[in-house]
C-alpha cells in the first residue's frame, strides 16, 4: 500500500511539475478548453503538457483541430 501511495504521489508531483515548466515556457497554464455545448473541439489541458512528460512523440501525434475523443487522436 505505502509503496503504491509513494508512485502516485510521485505521478501528482510529476504533473504539477509539467504544468509549471508550461508556465515558464508559454507565460500562461495550460488551456483548458472543454466546449460541449459551443463551437470547437473539446480539449483538455492534459495534452498542452504531454512534452513536458516526456512524451513528446505523442504531442506530436496530437491534432489540436480534432476534439480529444476524436479517433485520430
Known sequence: RAAARNQCGNNI???A???QTFNEAHKH???SEFKPFKD???RGWGTYILP???ETALA???DHRLAWSDIKN
Open 60 to 62: 506530436k501525434m496530437y
Open 52 to 54: 513536458f512528460i516526456e
Open 40 to 42: 470547437g473541439p473539446e
Open 29 to 31: 497554464l495550460p488551456p
Open 13 to 15: 508531483r510529476q504533473l
Open 17 to 19: 511539475l509539467a504544468v
